[in-house]
């Protein structure tokens, strides 16, 4: 199978390409990466160690390109976005451009080139907020309610990879996930933030009473549900991926805080952002059941892990900003 990748560079763009190719050396992958500033340079350098694997500098907004790069492939995994919710709230233009107009870019030229399966990686922040004292869950029928600029431009381009599949008959298929954690994570988000702060011993920043909930999602378990829905997902469908870790940041903090042997002293509660949703909590029975996908690896194994990753790569990291 010949893929094209689009934001390979990025965090979990590039963690994918990366055991995607380890698991199946006989396909190839062409990544379409605009280099952004959340682009990983030290993925960019280790990425291109694979044999069967190439780099194509450019936007998934150029019409022509990505025409020409749809050409003779056999399927699309769309990573490339603008993926950060502060940002989004103070300028949303790069967020419509890449997240919306790039997506429905890449379904004209799928179609017109008639590739046989599209992958839209989305996120559980499409669906809005859920209050922290319910139990309830998301899924793949709960209905969209977006609400910050990041989210809404997300749910937009969900609805336009819907809408090729039902209109133009495209294969497409869409994971919605909440947080992935792991190496490669661009500094600004809250688990390098922490780690990369706590190296110097500077205080680590908190929203508000710190009591908001993630679903966190390992990014390797995460890829493995793209390859697993790429290859066996229903045209038209969308899976929703999660491994049950419930944490409140303050919780994901204290846990980091321990493993790195840091005194609690080092949180700094900041204002709260705008629209900041309280709760994200995934029901993954889809998934699980259709397609047998399960989670593999431990919330604090993992957190360790990608603690020691960031110790280890973190002189080759940009500062968070
Ligand atoms: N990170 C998470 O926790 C999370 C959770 C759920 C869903 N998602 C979704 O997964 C996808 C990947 O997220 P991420 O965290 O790896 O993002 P990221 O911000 O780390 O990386 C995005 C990559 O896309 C590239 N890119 C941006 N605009 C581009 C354009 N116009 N043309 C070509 N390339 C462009 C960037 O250079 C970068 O390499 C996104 O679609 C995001 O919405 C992320």
Redesign the pocket.
Known sequence: MKILV??????????FITYFLQKHPEDSIVN?????????AI?YEKLAKFPNYSFVL?????NELVLKLTKDIDAIV???????VDRSIEDLD?FV???IL?TLNLLKAAHENKVKRLH??????VFGSLDLDSREKFSEKTRYNPRNP?SAS?AS?DFFVNMYHETYGLETTI???????GP???PE?LIPKAILNLFSDKPVPIYGDGKNVRDW?Y?ED?CSAIDLVLREGEPGESYCVSAGNEVSNIELVNSILQIMGKSNDLIKFVPDRPGHDRRYAIDATKIMKELGWKSKHTFRESLAKTIEWYKENRTLLAPAN
């Open positions: 689009t934001g390979g560079l990025g965090f979990i763009g590039s963690n379409l990466d605009k280099r952004t500033y959340a682009a990983s993925a450019g936007d998934i907004c150029d769309h990573f490339a976005a603008e993926s950060h790069p451009k890449t997240n790039g839209h990686i989305s996120t559980d922040e990041y997300k381009s994971t919605n996930c909440s947080n992935n954690f490669y994570q661009h988000k999602l990014v995460h």
